[in-house]
Every structure is written in structure tokens, then in C-alpha cells.
């Protein structure tokens, strides 16, 4: 089976490239409309996914990526799900391996005028519009791996190619693959549930802590996970293309607000200016940051990191003392490493002592997420988002790896820079994942069967084993002139569809 895995991925190549190219397109025909006549200028944004969401939905019915059109929706949060198994294979879905697949669907927004400043021949949506007109040399500025010109008939440009529409087509393309060699056993024992997640962005993990919080309790064994598969890009620009990743910091915002006293410009000595008290406040964050000595760090996911990510100034107008000063801070935690404590770091600063002696009112807080998403469900959870680690020796991982041997290593060249190795790569993620919303409290999370699915226990948390592989590289993400190489299909989705039946018969002989 091995390898008639490896010749339907490469097979289906062509059509995961056409699915995403029109996943990256979508929005376009919205942010250019209208708001009067139905557009909407944050399409394909956090909580604005809609159109490419039932773009989706209907392209997983067409390409026989489910059994029926029944097995495809969408939950209350606004995440897309559809579902395959075997109903023929005598066994009761109680006793199934449930093998998640998981990739969110938004991206950031597009900047879509600096991709025609800065690339010329390169849409953020359409993608490659005029290859005479690229400015090759601002693209190898600007991207972390471009592979040689000769090969950019492989790649997928725009908005969201590798983060990370990408993954989420190469579940759709693993599930149709799935189904489609179902009689020879790719299904057999195993109940797979696919989702295209909501409000990642903006919200890390916020599509499955929906599910974890609110639909996994009490909930019967074939709906909780056994092991979830991430598609988040795991391509590095130097390691190579789609690694075997096993986990990834946490992260949390910090907010600061201080509140002055507003006045005329011309006489500043009756106002309490929060924008200089607050950069004071800026500076000596910075500066402690630098030196490290607030950051744990850990040999695996690396160190803890911090850096000023977001701010906003209420004035009356630019010849005036402003009213009030928000900013915050992106705080990335590594193992060991407390929100609490990250947030007195912050707390503790002497400019935040200076500016409360100077009459100025500052507040450090976490602040919550609390946007509805497309479906006008409403979060409200704090933007605290736990790490996680899945322990190497764990079967899920050795799985992985079995898997990438099986359907990849045998068909593949070695590659260097941001192609795809032979060999698989196994290391962490830079970045956050939806992951992060899978970490729950083991004694209040009120999910059955956890211990018979060998989650992984950290501490007081508990999350099921947890591993990705995607196509992107990591550095790619969020740039200018973002692109994706199709090739990498090739081994993300056969190791994706190898994965299922194989880590049922690892967990069978354990």
C-alpha cells in the first residue's frame, strides 16, 4: 500500500494546487466590493472566513473527499468538519482510533498594495498575474526560501499559501486518498476527523478550545482524539521542507494601559502625557528583554521571548497631550514557564513604579478575545495560550516517522535549502499552532477515556498526542511575496494518509 500512497498523492498534486489557488483567490471578490452591495473589505480574516469556508465545504463533496455530503459541516464556532471511516469493517466505532486532522482557514491580512509595490508581477490573491514583471531580487530579500526560478512552475503564491491553506487542502486531499483505497485497509479500525479551523490568527487555538471546552465533555470515545495531526507549515528554509514537528511554545499577550491627563500642546505642564510615560515603560521592557534576564529556556522548544506588538493612542488631535496610551506585548513561553510570573516581569518595571508616582494610572493586564467569529459565536477566553510537548519515544511520533519512511524516503531525492529530505526531520515549531488550544486541566476538563487514549500529561495539563506536518516554511509566513511549493503535497499527504492505519496497528501491538 505504500506505494500506491505515494502515486495517488503525487496524482492529486495538480488538484491540491487548484483548490488552493482558489482558496487564496476567494477574498478577492469581496474586499473589492462594495459594502453597500455585500462586500466585506477583512474577507478571509479571522472571523470573515465564510465564502472560502463553503468554498471549501463544496469542493470536499465534489472531490469525493467524504462519502456523502451528510459527513461535511459546520459546528457552532463556525469550524469546518467532515469526517471518513469504514462502516464495513466490523469493527464498533467505540473501539476506533480517532485520528485528528487540523489546519485553520483565516490568515493575516493581505497588504495587498505592498505586493504590487514591492513584487510587481505578484498578486496577494490571484497570485502570479505577470512573470515578466516580478522583482526577483526584492523576493529573495524579502522571503526566508525561494527555490531556483526554473522551478517556480511548483509554487503557489498569495495570501494564506503557506499559512496555511496549504494544510488544510492537504487534508482535504488525504481524506479523498483515504476513501479511495478504504478496501485495502487504509480506514480499517480508524474514525478520521478533519477540520478547517476559525479565528486562529487572532485567537490561537480558539477553534479547537470550542470543541475542547464545549463539545468533548461527556462526549463518547469515538468523538474524542486518540492523536491529532496539525498542518501548520513545518518547512525551514535551511532544515528543509516538511518536518515531523512535536510541539511549540506557548504564548500570551500582555496589555499595558496608562492613563494620563489630557491637554493643550502649547502647555504640556498641565497634562500627564501617557505616550512619553508609556515609552519610558517601552524602553526599559525592551532593554530587559534584551538582556534575558526575566526568560526560561529550554533545551527542546527553545527560549522564552518577548517582544512590543500592538499599541493604541486616544488624543484629541496632534497638537494635544493624548488622553490615554494601550500597548502590548507578544510574550512567547517556553517549558517551565508561568503566565503569572511573565506578567509581573512587566508589573515590575520602575518606569510602571515612576509613572503611577508621577499621578499616572497603568494597568497590566491580560486581555480577553472576545470577537464573535463568522457564526457570531463569542469566545471570552483570555489570550493565554499553553506550549505543549509530545515526547519523542511516544507511538504517535514513532508513527510519524515510520510513515515518512514508508511513502516518502523510498520516491524522494535529497534536497538542500527549503526542499523537501529524503530522511524525516523531526524538531519543533518557531511559531503557535492550534495545538494551543487542545492543552486542558486533566481534573476539571470533563473529557472521558483520556488514559486509554495515552494522553500526555504536563504537569496539572493533560493534551492528546499531538504532531504536524504541513507544507510551508515557516520563514515564508506572513511576508510579503508569500508562496508555497506544490511538491511538498507529495510528502505531507502521504505521510498524512499512511499515519492513520499505521498508528491504530502501533497502538494495537503496544
Known sequence: MD?????????????????????????ADWVDLPVEEGGDPLCGLSNHEGPRLEYLRRRIIEVGAVSSPDDVGFDAFGNLVWTVE?????????????????????????????????????????????????????????LGWLPPRSEWEHLVWGRGSADQLGGVVAQIIATRILLELKDEGALRGVIVRSYGSVAEEDNDGGGPMHIFRHELPGAGPEIVPDVVLLTEGTGDRRL?????????RGRMQIEVEVVGRSCHGSMPQEGLNPLEWGAAILVEATEQARRGDTFGEDPFLGAGTRTASWAQLDTPSDCAVPDRFIFRFDRRLTAG???????????????????????????????????PTWKGTRPDNPQIYPGWVTPAEHPAIEAAVESYRRVVTPFIEEG??????????????????????MVVEAESCGIEGIEEKRWVREGRFVHPPMLGIGPGIEQNTHKIGECVDAREF???????????????EKLAGA
Open 3 to 27: 506505494e500506491k500512497i505515494h502515486e495517488l498523492a503525487v496524482r492529486d498534486r495538480p488538484l491540491a494546487m487548484e483548490i488552493l489557488r482558489e482558496a487564496v483567490r476567494i477574498p
Open 337 to 371: 514557564e508561568d503566565p503569572q510570573q511573565a506578567l509581573a516581569a512587566i508589573e515590575g518595571l520602575k518606569a510602571v513604579a515612576e509613572a503611577r508616582s508621577a499621578g499616572l494610572t497603568v494597568e497590566v493586564r491580560v486581555p480577553r478575545y472576545t470577537t
Open 490 to 504: 507529495d510528502v505531507v499527504v502521504a505521510t498524512l494518509v499512511r499515519f492513520c492505519s499505521l498508528y491504530r
Open 240 to 248: 528543509g521542507a516538511a518536518g515531523i514537528y512535536r510541539g511549540q
Open 86 to 142: 469504514d462502516p464495513d469493517d466490523g469493527i464498533p466505532r467505540a473501539e476506533k482510533t480517532v485520528v485528528w486532522m487540523d489546519g485553520h482557514t483565516d490568515t493575516v491580512a493581505a497588504l495587498r498594495e505592498r505586493w504590487r509595490e514591492g513584487i510587481g508581477g505578484v498578486d496577494c490573491y490571484e497570485g502570479l498575474v505577470d512573470p515578466d514583471g516580478v522583482d526577483e531580487d526584492f523576493l529573495r530579500r524579502e
Open 416 to 437: 538542500e535549502g527549503g526542499h523537501c529530505r529524503r530522511e524525516p526531520r523531526v524538531a519543533r515549531w518557531i511559531f503557535s499552532t492550534d495545538g494551543v488550544g
